[in-house]
């Protein structure tokens, strides 16, 4: 698959809308958009929890919260006085 590629921008009534080349289509009819500092990222959107810690696991190279990090000692604090 492509990494980058080249979509047309057109108007669908009152909207802007993006024709995605055949090699970046999404499957679905909805897609989740963010906003980022340099333009718009468009991602699958995956409604049901366990499909989306799959994908989690799909993508990630290391674990979320791998074992045998450096975390500093939890201070202790007296709330109630």
Do not use: C, H, Y
Request: charge should be positive.
């Amino acid at each position: 698959m492509a990494e980058t590629g080249i979509a047309k921008l057109f108007r669908n009534g009152r909207s802007q809308a993006v024709r995605l080349p055949r090699e970046f289509r999404f499957e679905g009819s909805q897609v989740r958009v963010r906003r980022l500092a340099e333009g718009v990222l468009l991602e699958p959107l995956i409604a049901d929890p366990a499909e989306w810690f799959a994908e989690l696991d799909r993508v990630r190279e290391v674990s979320f919260l791998g074992k045998g990090r450096n975390q500093p000692v939890t201070p202790r604090r007296e709330i109630f006085k």
